[in-house]
């Protein structure tokens, strides 16, 4: 899972946001902080679809204290509730930060219009 409940975002405009932060990587029941890089993204689809979901995609770069990188790509759709937005979809990873596999699903809510922003994923391999 990956957790970051104080995020700075900005928007860069036609729905995508730039995120920074500290996040926390639970994998096995080993816990790794890990700052995300400055070129991380997240991109919302202004438009929704029938159905009411918005197409979401993204690429989180991170690096820990001791120097571990990672970097995740998400692609699904977010989905508005009173909670934030709920998201789903798929992610690819490469690094050595974690013991990840390397593609997945996901699932998890987004708070990013609020300050600070929040991000919350669980992933499945």
Not at 10 to 26: D, I, K, N
Not at 58 to 71: K, N, Q, V
Not at 83 to 105: F, P
Request: proline share 2%; no cysteine; glycine share 12%.
């Amino acid at each position: 899972s990956l957790s970051g409940e104080e995020l700075q975002v900005s928007e860069l405009g036609a729905g995508r946001y730039a995120v920074t932060g500290l996040l926390a990587v639970s994998v096995n029941e080993t816990e790794i902080r890990a700052e995300l890089d400055q070129i991380s993204w997240i991109r919302i689809d202004a438009e929704q679809s029938s159905d009411n979901r918005q197409r979401i995609d993204g690429l989180l770069e991170m690096r820990s204290s001791a120097g571990a990188t990672g970097s995740i790509r998400l692609a699904g759709f977010a989905v508005e509730t009173p909670e934030g937005l709920a998201v789903s979809g798929v992610y690819r990873y490469a690094g050595d930060l974690a013991e990840v596999s390397s593609e997945g699903a996901f699932e998890g809510m987004a708070m990013l219009n609020s300050g600070p922003a929040e991000l919350t994923l669980q992933f499945a391999s």
